[in-house]
């Protein structure tokens, strides 16, 4: 089938124009060390924010699972939070922090249009997140609790100990689709103006009115989203032999 295909798509009559307008060697030649340069930029933005998901993500998870009936205002307050930022597109909450802060009149650092688009993906992103990692504390049984309270840990110890460790383990692979959303997605801060790798890339491509450099864009993402998955496939296989 896949053989099908690719004669289909070869031996077409546009093919020749598909080619000199997508996978033009000279254009991808021109632009990529631009593309590369700025691409930096979304690396950087995508550990910074990826730091801050990884932490409160987690803050906002252990909120939800308490069971103290003193924090269940922090409790509807952590659910509210969730049902917010993960029912408004990323893209439109891009656009509301990043140009809403501005006209508050704040200057600084606050107002930079990167560190905005960081707090936009990271409010976002925490929310996705935190259910993760609900999702795997509940998926611990109650005796491992239990269990570990009656060997003398205390209460603390032993979530810190018995519950996080197995629950992360089970959700590695729906965190890594996070993290592969998050780095694709580092891209819409564009529309604030920031000269990341799509950006450059798609500037470039209307200056030329070829789309090679949106392809060579689109490699650097996938020389990062797919490492990542082959690495914790790699983890995943040995934890596993060693169990």
Request: charged share 15%.
């Amino acid at each position: 089938m896949l053989g099908g295909l690719a004669l289909l798509v070869f031996t077409s009559s546009g093919w020749p124009d598909v080619q000199e307008t997508f996978f033009s060697p000279e254009a991808f030649r021109t632009s990529f060390p631009d593309i590369l340069r700025a691409f930096w930029l979304d690396v950087r933005m995508f550990v910074a924010v990826e730091v801050v998901v990884l932490i409160l993500g987690l803050v906002i998870a252990l909120i939800r699972t308490s069971l103290s009936p003193a924090l269940f205002p922090i409790r509807a307050l952590a659910a509210i939070y969730c049902d917010l930022f993960r029912g408004v597109p990323v893209i439109l909450l891009v656009y509301l922090i990043g140009f809403g802060i501005p006209t508050l009149g704040v200057t600084g650092i606050l107002a930079e249009p990167i560190f905005l688009a960081c707090v936009a993906l990271s409010l976002a992103y925490s929310a996705y997140v935190a259910e993760v990692y609900r999702a795997g504390i509940s998926s611990v049984h109650r005796t491992q609790t239990d269990s570990a309270l009656a060997v003398g840990l205390t209460k603390f110890q032993a979530l810190r100990h018995v519950v996080l460790p197995q629950a992360v383990r089970r959700v590695r692979p729906p965190l890594l689709n996070d993290f592969i959303s998050l780095q694709k997605d580092v891209a819409l801060v564009s529309v604030l103006g920031v000269q990341e790798a799509f950006r450059v890339a798609q500037i470039d491509s209307q200056s030329s009115f070829n789309y090679t450099p949106l392809i060579a864009a689109a490699l650097l993402y996938l020389a990062v989203t797919i490492p990542m998955a082959r690495i914790l496939d790699y983890i995943a296989r040995k934890q596993d032999s060693v169990v």
